[in-house]
């Protein structure tokens, strides 16, 4: 099992950037998929960005060009770097971890953080 703690969340105005960033304790996320999720109120929980063990990215469109993920194997850290930002991208967001291939779909991660509350004001 993995313990995931992300941070960086907060409150910015339309164009403005946060990096959030997950820290991983239990294991290493180079055995693992790990992906980015948001959830705004009274919305499903959303795909955002994943990256595997080897490197691999897949974003969701809406976020191409705007956000990007990064690893720090070091401090078992993998970072997303929220950048043009939208009052569409306003929602809580989580990172997760899966074993499985990669996959768009929450019900496929296994392990999961508290969630870091992104808010962008128009």
């Known amino acids: 099992q993995v313990q995931l703690v992300e941070s960086g969340g907060g409150l910015v105005q339309v164009g403005g950037s946060l990096r959030l960033s997950c820290v991983a304790s239990?294991?290493?996320?180079?055995?693992?998929?790990t992906g980015w999720f948001r959830q705004a109120p009274g919305k499903e929980r959303e795909f955002v960005v994943a990256?595997?063990?080897?490197?691999?990215?897949y974003y969701t469109d809406s976020v191409k060009g705007r956000f990007t993920i990064s690893t720090d194997n070091a401090k078992n850290t993998v970072y997303l770097q929220l950048n043009s930002l939208k009052p569409e991208d306003t929602a809580l967001y989580y990172c997760?971890?899966?074993?499985?291939?990669?996959?768009?779909?929450?019900?496929?991660?296994?392990?999961w953080g508290q969630g870091t509350q992104v808010t962008v004001s128009s």
């Open positions: 239990g294991r290493t996320f180079s055995r693992y998929i």
């Open positions: 990256i595997s063990s080897s490197g691999d990215i």
């Open positions: 997760a971890v899966s074993t499985s291939p990669y996959s768009t779909d929450w019900h496929s991660y296994s392990d």
